[in-house]
């Protein structure tokens, strides 16, 4: 089955930084196109970053512009979030999603996802 | 940026109500219309993808329907496990959510 595991959340200070983690597995990785996309506490969800099957194409919420960067790694079914020059408004659980169709058409799975905090 | 409006942000409903939540979008990007189940301390579940499909494994009293820059999502016949916030999405923009719960 369909699994996507986040991990790599935590504690930062202000201006820190935070490399976060999603392993799949349960279906052909390169396939397909993945995201980020986090949800502050107590609010709704916000589209991050998306990634395309061979990293040709990536795309980013104004938001996080210049300051994070979607990778993968298909050989080993890997997506990351590389997070820089973090600001308290980056504090949310960050979940990784596989995009059915590419290019953020849906989101058919989810990880669990990963808590960020941003806090001095 | 498409900007997307859901109504009501709340409601209360009895398990066997039928429940409706419209999805407005700001412009008509002609893109699919999505609709999501989160309940509380889960991630969300996609509900029904390109406005009108259901996803593989979810119920049929799901459903949702709509064109252009309106689209509704109906519940036709609330049960226990239907009580959670419900989003639609649209490209890279989700609605503020609806949070149906127990009258």
């Given at each position: ?22 392993a799949a597995s349960g279906f052909t990785f390169s396939d397909y196109y993945m995201t ?85 | ?103």
């Open positions: 089955q369909v699994q996507l595991v986040e991990s790599g959340g935590g504690l930062v200070k202000p201006g820190g930084s935070l490399r976060l983690s999603c980020w996309i986090r949800q502050a506490p107590g609010k709704g969800l916000e589209w991050v970053s998306y990634i395309s099957i061979s990293s040709s194409y990536t795309n980013y919420a104004d938001s996080v512009k210049g300051r994070f960067t979607i990778s993968r790694d298909n050989a080993k079914n890997s997506l990351y979030l590389q997070m820089s020059s973090l600001r308290a408004e980056d504090t949310a659980i960050y979940y990784c999603a596989r995009d059915r169709e590419g290019g953020a058409t849906s989101f058919d799975y989810w990880g669990q996802g990963t808590l960020v905090t941003v806090s001095s | 940026d498409i900007q997307m409006t859901q109504s009501p942000s709340s409601l209360s409903a009895s398990v066997g109500d039928r429940v409706t939540i419209t999805c407005q979008a700001s412009q008509d990007f002609s893109n699919s219309l999505n609709w999501y189940q989160q309940r509380p301390g889960k991630a969300p579940k996609l509900l029904i993808y390109d406005t009108s499909k259901l996803e593989a494994g979810v119920p049929s009293r799901f459903s949702g329907s709509g064109s252009g820059t309106h689209f509704t999502f109906t519940i036709s016949s609330l049960q226990p496990e239907d009580f959670a916030t419900y989003y639609c999405q649209q490209v890279f923009t989700f609605g503020p959510g609806t949070k149906v719960d127990i009258k």
